[in-house]
């Protein structure tokens, strides 16, 4: 059974820019979280989708977004990017409680 | 402080030794769980233990929770230098589907 697949793994992009990241989850999994950690802040929630909506959202700026597709792919993409975001953004999926699987993450460097 | 909190430690240690990490968290959960994470990579699914559970063991693996203390220990025994890595708790308060990590400790296990 495949991962949880990220793409791209790394990225830099200058301040002002827009990103986008993209996850697939594994095959089956209908719910997809995603993360962001850096040193300072550790591991927070960004938001998390399940059959294309988004059912819950951490505190984060509405520059930072969402979306998930009908065959469970999710993409976030940050807009006006600040220096501050630079970290490993981490997408998460899982089908009960049972516990998440972690993709490999995307670094994204603001310079 | 952040729910999901482990007691900020650095262990190092000898290979064939046994590392113990601990955490604590504030509010009601639903199950707490522990993840292991390489180098700033993605993290990998060690083991869950839900609220009604005090013991749960998987390999080398030694998970216990005390709701009325609201803390859990994790103990690896007779760690291998593959063990070096940084251990997460993440709590699920169950029905928002989003997990409040700790800080992580930092295992080094040295050949």
């Known amino acids: 059974k495949a991962g949880v697949t990220q793409t791209p793994r790394y990225l830099i992009k200058t301040r002002g820019q827009q990103v986008t990241l993209s996850c697939s989850p594994i095959s089956g999994h209908r719910s997809v979280s995603w993360y962001q950690q850096t040193p300072g802040q550790g591991l927070q929630f960004l938001f998390e989708y399940f059959s294309e909506t988004q059912r819950n959202k951490g505190n984060f700026p509405g520059r930072f977004s969402g979306r998930q597709f009908s065959n469970s792919r999710s993409e976030m993409n940050v807009s006006t990017l600040e220096l501050g975001d630079s970290a490993l953004y981490l997408c998460?999926?899982?089908?009960?409680?049972?516990?998440?699987?972690f993709g490999s993450g995307t670094r994204l460097t603001v310079v | 402080s952040q729910q999901g909190e482990e007691d900020p430690q650095a262990l190092s240690i000898q290979e064939g030794e046994n590392a113990t990490m601990n955490c604590s968290y504030k509010t009601s959960i639903n199950n707490l769980q522990w993840y292991r994470q390489n180098s700033g990579r993605g993290l990998v699914h060690l083991i869950l233990?839900?609220?009604?559970?005090r013991e749960k063991h998987s390999g080398r693996l030694r998970v216990t929770l005390d709701t009325s203390k609201k803390s859990s220990s994790l103990l690896i025994t007779a760690s291998r230098a593959a063990d070096t890595a940084s251990y997460f708790c993440?709590?699920?308060?169950?029905?928002?589907?989003?997990?409040?990590f700790g800080k992580g400790n930092q295992v080094v296990v040295i050949p």
């Open positions: 233990i839900r609220s009604n559970e």
């Open positions: 998460a999926s899982s089908s009960s409680d049972y516990g998440y699987t």
């Open positions: 993440a709590t699920d308060a169950g029905g928002n589907n989003r997990l409040a």
